[in-house]
């Protein structure tokens, strides 16, 4: 065991509605990590807790008539509890808006403004005229300067998808109370961010974690750093050094929350919180794939120019897809862990099952009631339960326990490969891999005890067949023990089972290989249950009720003349070539030709279509849509297409490019 601690956080839920299955993509990983690396002999602490400060807390607060420390601290419970009932177990879970976080905020702000990377500017910033008040980030909407599409006041979430600084949108309309609103100067304090490339891109060569966080943020640091404003002008966050009237930019102060809650854990424990943040050091990073130009550019810069250790490893999760529709709350393509599955009876150790082996930590994970159950019967109840329950029920009517022997060095050595690999597969971030390799161990038993057949070789060699069970037993403890940090209830049961009375928990992962003890046990009980047809169907007709309702609510757009409509020019066009735009994994630059004239136009269907697939085809165009940027390129037009998976329209009937829709 190394000398020096490992820290592992997880990006933070914000305390602005309740969990839901994306929240989980990252979290549950994580326990895994964090139970296994325990019980592999290493020293871990695992900190989180909620994010609390931004403008979209501020604006729930205001909806709902209360304060933002109200609604954080409902939200902040609400987590901590479905944390605990998802078996993710943090050593310290707390809160941005506590008074560490804040210590430890100014802190690191004024040392960086002490050693010169921050300085003050005075920009334009939107403030509406009848709110009387400066409207940062989501206090305000308005047009992307960028590409042109609609965007709120931090980001172009509808377009390009670009971070945006205060005063750069355009025509910003008040979110309150939909005023057209001014822009007026205001002074800024501004981080060097972009002193910071040097550092960066040997930092990024040499930090462990996922290639997904690595490879996306050497492609930013290269196209270009950006110096980033860190102030607000909002009430509710840690005061800027020296301001009454500015916090700190939500995204300075939330990474620095994984230093204050280890300092909050160190100081109830009597421990050193600098071991962890100081110097060399093993932090672990796991977050969602949305955030990572936060934790693998911005954070460790700011880390750098503070003084502190930087980040040992960053790990991202795939995105989440819901019955292979892009996760979506407002569309109703979301799963909510207590509403929808916790509450309904399921156990935690299937959804964390799920989540795990679905796919690799880094692709997209899709989730439907239909394959969910599919994969727990097939897998998780009929390999390793079934298994499971016909040696522990054997051994029991049989031997009135496991019998006295030893172990054939053959399962030995399978269970020695087994942990050898789930080991490399742990250290790599592969979670899919282990869970996987885990799997193989429990069919390699079933095959086994299906060859073998001791219930037919107990009537002719009965020490034979309790050789055959003693080997079982062995691959049973083995089990348990390796699938506890993917689902610890289950390992729990099996190990109760097997005539242990202290917690699986409490032993390393290296006693698979100790030989099982001859000890009597109490008759099993299966472990699993399996997910009946009915009790599926009820589970997804709640699904698509939901969906059915955001699509009607979504449907009730203002009726139009047609007037209105004949402003709008649609012609046939043909697809001459496509390419890839660099450093985008959505978009695709199309030339097209619309009847004498052929339009360069930017469309967001790569993720549907290869550039290959698109040269000939027909389509419909948008063609007197106003030029934008998107990506930096220019886009003269826009593809029409239906649904989540982009079905581009295209004529019943063969026509010439440039034929009117009427």
Same mark, same amino acid.
């Given at each position: 065991?190394?000398?020096?601690?490992?820290?592992?956080?997880?990006?933070?839920?914000?305390?602005?509605?309740?969990?839901?299955?994306?929240?989980?993509?990252?979290?549950?990983?994580?326990?895994?990590?964090?139970?296994?690396?325990?019980?592999?002999?290493?020293?871990?602490?695992?900190?989180?807790?909620?994010?609390?400060?931004?403008?979209?807390?501020?604006?729930?607060?205001?909806?709902?008539?209360?304060?933002?420390?109200?609604?954080?601290?409902?939200? =902040?419970?609400?987590?901590?509890?479905?944390?605990?009932?998802?078996?993710?177990?943090?050593?310290?879970?707390?809160?941005?808006?506590?008074?560490a976080t804040h210590h430890r905020a100014q802190s690191i702000v004024?040392?960086?403004?002490?050693?010169?990377?921050?300085?003050?500017?005075?920009? =334009?910033?939107?403030?509406?005229?009848?709110?009387?008040?400066?409207?940062?980030?989501?206090?305000?909407?308005?047009?992307?300067? =960028?590409?042109?599409?609609?965007?709120?006041?931090?980001?172009?979430?509808?377009?390009?998808?670009?971070?945006?600084?205060?005063?750069?949108?355009?025509?910003?309309?008040?979110?309150?109370?939909?005023?057209?609103?001014?822009?007026?100067?205001?002074?800024?304090?501004?981080?060097?961010?972009?002193?910071?490339?040097?550092?960066?891109?040997?930092?990024?060569?040499?930090? !462990?974690?996922?290639?997904?966080?690595?490879?996306?943020?050497?492609?930013?640091?290269?196209?270009?750093?950006?110096?980033?404003?860190?102030? !607000?002008?909002?009430?509710?966050?840690?005061?800027?050094?020296?301001?009454?009237?500015?916090?700190?930019?939500?995204?300075?102060?939330?990474?620095?929350?994984?230093?204050?809650?280890?300092?909050?854990?160190?100081?109830?424990?009597?421990?050193?919180?600098?071991?962890?943040?100081?110097?060399?050091?093993?932090?672990? =990073?796991?977050?969602?794939?949305?955030?990572?130009?936060?934790?693998?550019?911005?954070?460790?810069?700011?880390? #750098?120019?503070?003084?502190?250790?930087?980040?040992?490893?960053?790990?991202?999760?795939?995105?989440?897809? %819901?019955?292979?529709?892009?996760?979506?709350?407002?569309?109703?393509?979301? %799963?909510?862990? +207590?509403?929808?599955?916790?509450?309904?009876?399921?156990p935690a150790d299937y959804l964390r099952y799920y989540l795990l082996?679905?796919?690799?930590?880094?692709?997209?994970?899709?989730?439907?009631?239909?394959?969910?159950?599919?994969?727990?019967? +097939?897998?998780?109840?009929?390999?390793?339960?079934?298994?499971?329950?016909?040696?522990?029920?054997?051994?029991?009517?049989?031997?009135?326990?496991?019998?006295?022997?030893?172990?054939?060095?053959?399962?030995?050595?399978?269970?020695?490969?087994?942990?050898?690999?789930?080991?490399?597969?742990?250290?790599?971030?592969?979670?899919?891999?282990?869970?996987?390799?885990?799997?193989?161990? *429990?069919?390699?038993?079933?095959?086994?005890?299906?060859? +073998?057949?001791?219930?037919?070789?107990?009537?002719?060699?009965?020490?034979?067949?309790?050789?055959?069970?003693l080997n079982c037993v062995q691959i049973t403890k083995a089990l348990?023990?390796?699938?506890?940090? *993917?689902?610890?209830?289950?390992?729990?049961?099996?190990?109760?089972?097997?005539?242990?009375?202290?917690?699986?928990?409490?032993?390393?992962?290296?006693?698979?290989?100790?030989?099982?003890?001859?000890?009597?046990?109490?008759?099993?009980?299966?472990?699993?249950?399996?997910?009946?047809?009915?009790?599926? #169907?009820?589970?997804?007709?709640?699904?698509?009720?939901?969906?059915?309702?955001?699509?009607?609510?979504?449907?009730?757009?203002?009726?139009?003349?047609?007037?209105?409509?004949?402003?709008?020019?649609?012609?046939?066009?043909?697809?001459?070539?496509?390419?890839?735009?660099?450093?985008?994994?959505?978009?695709?630059?199309?030339?097209?030709?619309?009847?004498?004239?052929?339009?360069?136009?930017?469309?967001?269907?790569?993720?549907?279509?290869?550039?290959?697939?698109?040269?000939?085809?027909?389509?419909?165009?948008?063609?007197?849509? *106003?030029?934008?940027?998107?990506?930096?390129?220019?886009?003269?037009?826009?593809?029409?297409?239906?649904?989540?998976?982009?079905?581009?329209?295209?004529?019943?009937?063969?026509?010439?490019?440039?034929?009117?829709?009427?």
């Amino acid at each position: 065991m190394t000398q020096q601690p490992l820290l592992v956080t997880c990006g933070l839920p914000y305390t602005n509605g309740p969990c839901h299955l994306g929240h989980l993509r990252t979290y549950v990983p994580a326990d895994m990590y964090v139970r296994y690396m325990r019980r592999a002999g290493e020293e871990v602490l695992f900190v989180c807790g909620s994010d609390n400060h931004g403008t979209p807390i501020v604006v729930s607060a205001e909806e709902q008539g209360i304060s933002p420390r109200a609604l954080s601290e409902r939200y =902040h419970k609400h987590f901590d509890e479905t944390f605990k009932r998802m078996g993710v177990m943090f050593d310290r879970f707390g809160m941005t808006d506590d008074p560490a976080t804040h210590h430890r905020a100014q802190s690191i702000v004024a040392e960086l403004e002490k050693k010169g990377y921050i300085y003050k500017q005075t920009v =334009h910033q939107a403030y509406c005229t009848k709110c009387k008040r400066f409207l940062p980030d989501r206090y305000v909407e308005g047009i992307c300067p =960028h590409c042109g599409k609609p965007a709120r006041g931090d980001e172009c979430d509808q377009g390009c998808g670009k971070h945006l600084e205060p005063g750069e949108i355009k025509d910003p309309v008040c979110k309150v109370c939909g005023t057209k609103a001014e822009f007026r100067d205001q002074e800024h304090y501004f981080f060097k961010l972009s002193e910071f490339k040097d550092f960066l891109l040997p930092f990024l060569d040499q930090v !462990r974690g996922t290639s997904n966080a690595k490879n996306y943020a050497i492609g930013w640091i290269k196209e270009e750093l950006h110096d980033w404003c860190i102030t !607000r002008t909002l009430e509710w966050g840690v005061k800027f050094p020296g301001r009454d009237d500015l916090v700190v930019y939500v995204w300075v102060d939330a990474p620095i929350g994984y230093i204050a809650f280890t300092e909050e854990w160190a100081r109830a424990n009597g421990q050193d919180w600098k071991r962890y943040w100081c110097g060399e050091n093993r932090v672990t =990073h796991f977050i969602g794939g949305d955030i990572i130009y936060h934790h693998c550019i911005f954070w460790p810069a700011l880390l #750098k120019g503070a003084g502190y250790g930087v980040p040992h490893a960053i790990v991202a999760s795939g995105m989440v897809k %819901v019955d292979d529709h892009k996760f979506s709350k407002s569309r109703g393509y979301v %799963v909510w862990t +207590n509403d929808d599955y916790l509450d309904k009876g399921l156990p935690a150790d299937y959804l964390r099952y799920y989540l795990l082996a679905y796919t690799s930590h880094t692709k997209e994970l899709n989730f439907s009631w239909k394959v969910f159950s599919e994969r727990i019967n +097939n897998e998780v109840v009929n390999i390793f339960g079934n298994f499971v329950y016909r040696t522990l029920y054997f051994a029991q009517k049989e031997f009135d326990g496991i019998p006295a022997g030893t172990v054939d060095p053959a399962i030995m050595d399978e269970i020695g490969k087994c942990l050898a690999n789930v080991d490399q597969f742990m250290r790599d971030y592969e979670f899919k891999g282990a869970v996987d390799a885990i799997m193989a161990l *429990a069919a390699f038993g079933n095959t086994y005890i299906q060859t +073998n057949a001791p219930w037919k070789l107990i009537k002719t060699d009965r020490a034979a067949a309790a050789q055959v069970i003693l080997n079982c037993v062995q691959i049973t403890k083995a089990l348990a023990l390796l699938i506890q940090p *993917a689902m610890p209830d289950t390992a729990e049961r099996c190990w109760k089972q097997l005539g242990y009375y202290d917690s699986v928990a409490a032993h390393p992962i290296s006693d698979a290989t100790r030989p099982v003890p001859e000890a009597c046990i109490k008759p099993p009980t299966p472990l699993f249950v399996k997910m009946e047809e009915t009790q599926v #169907k009820e589970l997804d007709a709640l699904l698509q009720k939901r969906v059915a309702e955001a699509n009607r609510k979504m449907e009730k757009t203002p009726a139009i003349s047609i007037d209105d409509f004949a402003k709008v020019e649609m012609k046939t066009g043909k697809v001459l070539a496509a390419e890839a735009i660099p450093k985008s994994s959505k978009l695709l630059k199309l030339q097209v030709d619309v009847g004498g004239e052929t339009r360069q136009i930017v469309s967001g269907i790569a993720q549907f279509y290869k550039p290959e697939e698109l040269v000939g085809q027909n389509v419909i165009v948008l063609t007197n849509l *106003a030029p934008a940027k998107i990506f930096g390129v220019e886009s003269n037009g826009m593809i029409l297409a239906a649904g989540d998976a982009a079905s581009l329209l295209t004529p019943l009937k063969a026509v010439e490019p440039g034929t009117k829709i009427r």
